[in-house]
Nanobody
Framework: QVQLVESGGGLVQAGGSLRLSCAAS????????MAWFRQAPGQEREFVAA????????IYADSVKGRFTIARDNTKNTIDLQKNSLKPEDTAVYYC????????????????WGQGTQVTVSS
């Protein structure tokens, strides 16, 4: 089992920045590819960014490329998402997830999920 706990959500104005963090416990964190997904009200959960187990390979959704940065620290068992130039359409609950394969943009490949943290971007 891997337990994931997100933090860092909140309310921010458009154009601002926010940093989310996900702390992992349980099995060896460094074995897992990690990702961030988000879900806006009435919409399906969508991929945001993912990072390989070593951190050497990273993929992003087109909608966040150039604005968001995913980074992991295997010594601290954390995966962060730095979000810059935020837009109202970035408003969603953000989830971190872990998978033994990856990085992948496909939700079904992720075995473990956190509870989510709300991010609201005001215009």
């Amino acid at each position: 089992q891997v337990q994931l706990v997100e933090s860092g959500g909140g309310l921010v104005q458009a154009g601002g920045s926010l940093r989310l963090s996900c702390a992992a416990s349980g099995r060896t964190f460094s074995r897992y590819a990690m990702a961030w997904f988000r879900q806006a009200p009435g919409q399906e959960r969508e991929f945001v960014a993912a990072n390989s187990w070593s951190g050497g390979r990273t993929i992003y959704a087109d909608s966040v490329k150039g604005r968001f940065t995913i980074a992991r620290d295997n010594t601290k068992n954390t995966i962060d998402l730095q979000k810059n130039s935020l837009k109202p359409e970035d408003t969603a609950v953000y989830y971190c997830a872990a998978a033994l394969v990856g990085p992948s943009q496909y939700r079904m490949e992720y075995e473990y999920w956190g509870q989510g943290t709300q991010v609201t971007v005001s215009s």
